[in-house]
C-alpha cells in the first residue's frame, strides 16, 4: 500500500466511508493513481477523478454527506487551490462584460438535457416538499409560495431577475393575472421560454440585470443571485431599488452558506458554475442595509436535497435517450456527481437556500410571513 492510499484510507476511516467496500457509500477505486492525484488536487481531482472512472460509489450523494459532515475536506487543502480564491479577490468575476459566460457555459448546455432533467415547466432552482410528494408538486408549491409572498395581484407588472425558461413568469401570468418581464442571460432559455408563453402576458428578454430601467410593483430573483458575486451585491440591490415602486416587495430566492468563502468549489467552479459565488448571511444584509428593509427570512434548504434526488432520477431515466443527443459517459460522470454531491451538501446543512422578502420602507402593521 503506498503512502498516498495509507493517507486517504485513514481520511475516510473518520467519515465511517471504506475503500472497496460492501457497503454502498463505500468507494471502489479502479486505478491506483486515484490517491494521489486527490491529495494533490483536493477537489478538483476528486472530480475530475470520477468523470475519468478511476473510482465509484453507488450512493455517491451518502458518501459526499459523510465527508463534509466529518469535515474532510478542510484536510485536503493544496496549495495550488489557493490561486482561484486571491484571483476572485483582484478580480470582479461577475462584472457586465463576464455577465453572459454562464448563460454560455451552463445554462446553454441544451434544452434538451432540461427538458428531461426538470419538472414540465422546466424550473431549475428548489422545490417546496412541505406538503409535496414529487417533483411537479414541489415545483408547483414553490412558484405558488413566491406569488404569495409577494402579494400578487391583478394587473402588477412584475419584474424577474433570472427568469430561466420562464416558469414563474408563465404560472404566475397564468394563475395570478399578472404582466411579467424576466431577464436572462441564456439565448437557449429565451428562445424556448419565448416560444412557450408566447400567447401570455410575458416579456422575456436578452438582458444583464443591471440594463434594466422600468419600474415594477413586484420583483422576484429565484436561483440568479449565486451568479452575482460579493463585488456587485450592492449594485444588484441598487438595480432592485431602483426598478421596485416605493410600495413594492422584493423577494430574493438563493442558495446560500454559513462558511465564508470567495468561490464555489474548483471543481463546480471549472465544470458547472463559471464565476460563482454562495453567499453568506452577512454579505446579504450589508447589501441591503440603507436600501431596504428585511420583512421575512425563510431557510428551506433541506428541501434541495430531494428536489436534487428527483433530477438525477430523471437523468438516469433518461441516460439512453440522452446518449443518443450526445450526452456520453463523461458528461453524465460528471452531471451525476454535480447533482448527487449538491444533495449530499444540503443533506449535510452545508448549502442552505434562503427566501428574503424586503421592502423600501417597511409595510404598515408588519409583514405576514408565508410558509
Known sequence: ???????????????????????????????????????????????????????????????????????????????????????????????SKRAFRIGEHHYDLGNDLYRLMLDPRMTYTCGYWRDAENLNDAQEAKLDLVCRKVGLKPGMRVLDIGCGWGSFAGFAAERYGVHVTGVTVSREQIEL????????DIDLRFQDYRDVREQYDRIVSLGMFEHVGPKNYRTY?????????????????TIGTNTPITAVDPWTDRYIFPGGVLPVPKQVDEASQGIFIMEDWHNFGTDYDPTLMAWMHNIDDHRQELERLGYDERFYRMWRFFL?????????????????????????????AIR
Not at 454502498?24 to 491529495?39: A, C, E, G, M, S
Not at 449530499?344 to 422578502?357: E, K, M, P
Open 237 to 253: 440591490m441598487g438595480v432592485v431599488e431602483r426598478c421596485l415602486k416605493d410600495d413594492g416587495l422584493f423577494l430574493l430566492h
Open 1 to 95: 500500500m503506498s503512502k498516498a492510499e495509507s493517507i486517504v484510507r485513514g481520511l475516510l476511516e473518520l467519515a465511517d466511508i471504506g475503500v472497496t467496500g460492501e457497503r454502498p457509500f463505500d468507494i471502489q477505486v479502479t486505478n491506483p493513481d486515484f490517491y494521489q492525484r486527490l491529495l494533490g488536487n483536493g477537489s478538483i481531482g476528486l472530480g475530475e477523478a470520477y468523470m475519468d472512472g478511476w473510482w465509484d460509489c453507488e450512493q455517491l450523494d451518502v458518501m459526499i454527506y459523510k465527508v463534509l459532515r466529518a469535515d474532510l475536506e478542510h484536510r485536503i487543502s493544496p496549495l495550488k487551490l489557493l490561486w482561484p480564491v486571491l484571483w476572485s479577490k483582484m478580480v470582479n468575476l461577475q462584472s
Open 340 to 368: 448527487l454531491s449538491s444533495a449530499g451538501s444540503a443533506r449535510a446543512r452545508r448549502n442552505q437556500l434562503w427566501q428574503i422578502v424586503y421592502s423600501k420602507k417597511g409595510l404598515d402593521g408588519g409583514y405576514n
Open 193 to 200: 421560454g419565448q416560444e412557450r408563453y408566447r400567447d401570455l
